[in-house]
Nanobody, 127 residues
Framework: QLQLVESGGGLVQPGGSLRLSCVAS????????IAWFRQAPGKEREGVSC????????DYADALKDRFTISRDNAKNTMYLQMNGLKSEDAGLYYC????????????????????WGQGTQVTVSA
């Protein structure tokens, strides 16, 4: 089982940027497909972005692909989410999640596919 700890959330003005990090422990990240999800108050958890085991395949929610960038550094057992041009609707609790499955050409963006989850980091977008 992978333990995941997110960081990097905070308060940012509209149009600003944040970089979220997720550090994994308990097993090398090389064996895992990983993803970011978010949940706003009163809304369901939604997929933000995922990245394949090797990092060669990424996917994003349609509305986010021009502003968010996912990446991973397996040597550091860490994944990242760079978020630019933040909007009020981007606010919420952001979670990283992992799936112990070697996927090189795809990654799922459905929460049901992921088995390990962090506790989340809060992102607030406000002037």
């Amino acid at each position: 089982q992978l333990q995941l700890v997110e960081s990097g959330g905070g308060l940012v003005q509209p149009g600003g940027s944040l970089r979220l990090s997720c550090v994994a422990s308990g097993s090398p990240l090389d064996y895992y497909t990983i993803a970011w999800f978010r949940q706003a108050p009163g809304k369901e958890r939604e997929g933000v972005s995922c990245i394949s085991t090797t990092g060669k395949y990424v996917d994003y929610a349609d509305a986010l692909k021009d502003r968010f960038t996912i990446s991973r550094d397996n040597a550091k057992n860490t994944m990242y989410l760079q978020m630019n041009g933040l909007k009020s609707e981007d606010a919420g609790l952001y979670y990283c999640a992992s799936l112990r499955k070697l996927l090189s050409r795809s990654c799922p963006l459905s929460a049901e596919d992921y088995t390990d989850w962090g506790q989340g980091t809060q992102v607030t977008v406000s002037a």
